[in-house]
């Protein structure tokens, strides 16, 4: 079974400073690997993606994320936080076999960026 | 224009009731889903249905039922609600079938907030 791991509940940044959102993963085969974030009393909204290829993957509003495949880890990462990122984001895998189509999302990390 | 809506945005009930919430997509995609959200986020897959396939979630009481009419719209009809029914519920969709899908993204509702009295 494939599964994901946000093992920070909340993340907390000041405006300007860097930010790391954690994700790791387990899944059979090659993984496909996304970020969604969720603003307060919306649906989840698509950032990026890693399928194959470069392992930093750019996204949007300047999100990136490395995928890391000895640690099966694919943090989301931004140079310069805004307190508009200020949000909820959402790890998630699909595998490339065996059925696992449907996409597993990690629990959710709570990003706040203080001014 | 909403390329994935459902309805209604608010829905409050009481036990034992049966209720419906409807999901439309105008995106032209094959596969949908439910999703549910738990009061501390946790996002949960509940139904995937792609071209009259129902992949049904083994966790989910037989009290939920999805219905398709065609594949824009995957509506999700709740018997008995229960308490432990209250939750947001999401719609999803994504563009390919299941055999190319692996690598695409999906696109969400704005959810629909369920109460149970």
């Known amino acids: 079974a494939q599964s994901v791991a946000q093992p920070e509940d909340q993340v907390n940044v000041a405006e300007g400073n860097p930010l790391t959102v954690k994700c790791t993963y387990s899944?059979?085969?090659?993984?496909?690997l996304f970020w969604y974030v969720q603003y307060p009393n919306r649906g989840l909204q698509f950032l990026l993606k890693?399928?194959?290829?470069?392992?930093l993957v750019k996204g949007s509003y300047g999100f990136e994320a490395e995928f890391n495949k000895s640690q099966t880890s694919f943090h989301l990462k931004k140079p310069s936080a805004l307190v508009s990122d200020s949000a909820l984001y959402f790890c998630?895998?699909?595998?490339?076999?065996?059925?696992?189509?449907?996409?597993?999302f990690g629990r959710g990390t709570s990003l706040i960026v203080h001014p | 224009d909403t390329a994935v809506s459902q309805t209604p945005k608010y829905l409050v009930t009481q036990m034992g009731n049966d209720k419906s919430i409807k999901c439309e997509q105008n995106?032209?995609?094959?596969?949908m889903y439910w999703y549910k959200q738990d009061s501390k986020k946790f996002l949960k897959i509940m139904f995937s249905?792609?071209?009259?396939?129902?992949?049904i979630n083994e966790t989910v009481p037989n009290r939920f039922s999805p219905k398709s009419p065609d594949k824009a719209h995957l509506n999700l009809h709740i018997n008995s609600l229960e308490l432990g029914d209250s939750a947001v519920y999401f719609c999803?969709?994504?563009?390919?079938?299941?055999?190319?899908?692996?690598?695409?993204?999906?696109?969400f509702g704005s959810g629909t907030q369920l109460s149970v009295l």
């Open positions: 999803a969709s994504s563009q390919g079938p299941r055999t190319r899908g692996f690598n695409e993204k999906l696109f």
């Open positions: 899944v059979s085969g090659n993984p496909y």
């Open positions: 890693y399928i194959t290829g470069d392992n």
């Open positions: 998630a895998v699909r595998g490339a076999s065996g059925g696992s189509y449907i996409p597993t």
């Open positions: 995106l032209g995609h094959d596969t």
């Open positions: 249905y792609n071209n009259k396939e129902l992949i």
